[in-house]
């Protein structure tokens, strides 16, 4: 190896050690399974080639928004804290359900806002040392993550329908392809989010010990245990094997009415969030310490979420590029316009 290279190589081994997996949803290798089963259940005649080098980028990228989490930065950890969560069961402090969730994440804000000024009763104090990021009294905004990603993929890939069919140069088609494949990537974080039921609940980590009529665990090692230590600990995650669970995508039924695809990913998450009490269950009856062979019975439970991920993701993905339009009158115009300057000047 080169010199460089192996300062390079040494530098990422060193980080690695030093980032605090705590911070992890899944943790890297989950994440990345996540992204690189839903790639398996894509179509040849997908929106776009995918090489080797790309499913290694998309698959990358499953790690970004955890990433931006390890960074101290206030305003970032502001902007990408609440995208990873939603705490369901809160929702009713504000007059809400998941089925009347409004589909814009400000429109939810306010909701929030006006629940805290008509009813500070519901509401314990934040205490301002524990808030430096200025998100405790937000629930989360993941489904509109997810929702809001889609669009974005829909939208890059109605750009690179765009300027290959009205004669986009090779570099504007690879810079639209590169696009394509970074929103696919970073999106697969949150989808995997969702699948993970403690991201989902306001017991996210540890059972509230002043309500806890059930004897769950209130440590607060609970949630990175589930996002890998447990994986870790029975050697690792079996990629191939989950992937032969994975079936072909299929494009999400009512995708084109934004509601409905919004609420499609609100009950996504509702089917998680019902798993949060059967997993602090598994937990206290010894199905999750990685040893012995009951501490491995909750291994099938923990794959299962992984693939239905991975399965989730291959079918947003998939109907990203179906409902994408293949017209914008404005680029289409641009380029039109480019064209014929470029055959007037021949």
């Not at 359900?97 to 500070?120: C, E, G, S």
């Not at 409905?260 to 949060?276: M, S």
Request: hydrophobic share 40%; charged share 25%.
């Amino acid at each position: 190896m080169k010199p460089k290279l192996f300062a390079v190589a040494m530098a990422l081994i060193a980080v690695a050690q030093i980032i605090p997996q705590k911070l992890f949803a899944w943790d890297y290798e989950g994440h990345h399974a996540i992204n690189e089963m839903a790639l398996d259940s894509l179509p040849t005649d997908f929106g776009i080639e995918l090489t080797p080098a790309l499913k290694e980028r998309i698959e990358y990228l499953a790690g970004e928004p955890d990433r931006w989490r390890n960074m101290p930065d206030l305003p970032l950890k502001h902007f990408n804290g609440p995208d990873h969560y939603i705490d369901l069961e809160d929702l009713p402090l504000y007059d809400l359900t998941p089925q009347t969730l409004p589909i814009m994440r400000y429109d939810f804000v306010a909701d929030i806002v006006k629940a805290r000024l008509a009813h500070p009763d519901r509401f314990p104090a934040i205490d301002p040392d524990s808030d430096a990021d200025h998100t405790r009294e937000l629930a989360g905004f993941l489904p509109w993550a997810i929702t809001e990603n889609y669009e974005k993929l829909e939208s890059d890939f109605t750009v690179l329908k765009v300027f290959r069919k009205y004669g986009g140069t090779p570099v504007e088609i690879a810079n639209a392809e590169a696009n394509v494949v970074y929103v696919m990537g970073v999106m697969g974080h949150y989808v995997g989010d969702g699948s993970q039921p403690l991201h989902t609940s306001k017991y996210f980590n540890g059972w509230d010990p002043a309500s806890n009529p059930k004897g769950f665990t209130t440590r607060k090692t609970f949630h990175a245990w589930i996002d890998g230590g447990y994986f870790k600990k029975i050697g690792g995650i079996k990629v191939d094997a989950l992937t032969a669970q994975i079936v072909p995508a299929s494009r999400i039924a009512n995708a084109d009415d934004p509601q409905a695809f919004f609420h499609c990913i609100v009950n996504y998450l509702v089917e998680q969030n019902k798993f949060v009490e059967p997993l602090y269950q598994m937990d206290k009856d010894g199905q999750l310490t990685g040893e012995g062979e009951k501490g491995l019975e909750g291994k099938v439970f923990l794959e299962g979420q992984l693939v239905k991920a991975g399965q989730m993701l291959g079918n947003i993905w998939y109907t990203a590029w179906l409902d994408s339009p293949d017209d914008d009158t404005y680029l289409e115009r641009q380029l039109e316009q480019r064209n014929a300057a470029a055959a007037q000047s021949q």
